[in-house]
């Protein structure tokens, strides 16, 4: 069957896709004139970075702020943070040359270039020594449910992130369709926004009977269970075509493989932090075809999010 973008999200994603919101901690990319907002190829100039990611949970940004602290440091650069509103939102950012350097899910970096955005992956965060890239999506459900598989959510209230999450709804579409339960038409779908929200409304277990997320977030809960999950390639970094040769090498030297030990050894303000090295370990090089899952995947679920 053919997986079409969600009812209750359509007007939102619409919305996005016609007009990027890009909600900052500082002045947005957006100012500048014209829709490759910058010059030289720069999202805003040529002393600037704009580093855009997701809004994946409540500590996105401090969980961030080493890295663009060290990125800053490494090229001298002043690195501006932004937030999206939603994932559709960085995607249309990116198709405008209005970010230099971003996070992306997998699917959002799909889904991007397949609309026309010019970026290159350069790696993917992973947490601990010896890790490779990627991450679980998981399948959850309150602590004490009597859902104890995926085939079980069928008719039940299902928790997702968002429309372009990689973790938080094609993969678990995916799964769901393996299951024989029709993600639009057998579960009634709920958009939490992030992976957080998502835990603790399955947690609550009133506004969702189950879910998913990414595991980082799910490991943060005592109030759930994981009763499956599906590994996903990691999420990448990526950078923007449109920026100088030298400032795109650059950018692969510093971020390609670097440790949590390099970043604070470089004097960074909260690299060695028990919350920075939660979530980063090092990054390890990606490039394009590590995606092709996510590919096979949009063309298994024929999910409208994947097309151009």
Avoid: W
Wanted: net charge negative; charged share 20%.
């Amino acid at each position: 069957m053919t997986l079409r973008r969600p009812r209750a999200a359509t007007a939102l994603v619409g919305a996005a896709l016609l007009a990027v919101t890009l909600s900052a901690c500082s002045t947005p990319a957006s100012s500048a004139t014209g829709s490759a907002a910058g010059s030289d190829g720069y999202a805003v100039d040529d002393s600037t970075l704009v580093f855009g990611v997701v809004p994946d949970s409540v500590d996105t940004e401090t969980n961030y702020q080493p890295l663009m602290d060290y990125i800053a440091e490494e090229t001298g650069k002043t690195v501006e943070y932004h937030e999206s509103t939603d994932y559709a939102a960085l995607i249309e950012a990116s198709i405008a040359g209005q970010i230099d350097v971003a996070s992306f899910s997998g699917f959002t970096y799909v889904t991007a270039t397949n609309n026309g955005a010019e970026l290159t992956p350069i790696s993917s965060i992973t947490t601990a020594e010896g890790q490779e890239p990627g991450y679980y999506s998981q399948a959850i459900v309150p602590k004490g449910s009597d859902i104890t598989s995926i085939a079980d959510m069928k008719g039940k209230k299902i928790c997702f992130v968002d429309p372009s999450s990689t973790s938080g709804y094609l993969f678990p579409s995916y799964a769901l369709l393996e299951a024989g339960i029709d993600p639009e038409d057998d579960i009634t779908p709920v958009f939490a926004g992030k992976h957080d929200v998502s835990v603790q409304k399955v947690g609550e277990g009133t506004e969702c009977d189950a879910g998913f997320a990414e595991d980082s977030e799910v490991a943060k809960s005592d109030a759930v269970d994981v009763i499956d999950q599906q590994m996903v390639p990691g999420a990448p970094i990526v950078e923007s075509d449109s920026l100088p040769d030298d400032v795109k090498a650059q950018l692969k030297d510093i971020l390609s493989n670097v440790t949590a030990d390099q970043i604070a050894a470089a004097g960074i303000d909260g690299a060695d932090s028990d919350g920075f090295r939660a979530v980063f370990f090092q990054t390890t090089p990606v490039d394009d075809a590590y995606y092709d899952q996510i590919r096979d995947i949009c063309e298994k679920t024929d999910a409208s999010q994947c097309q151009a």
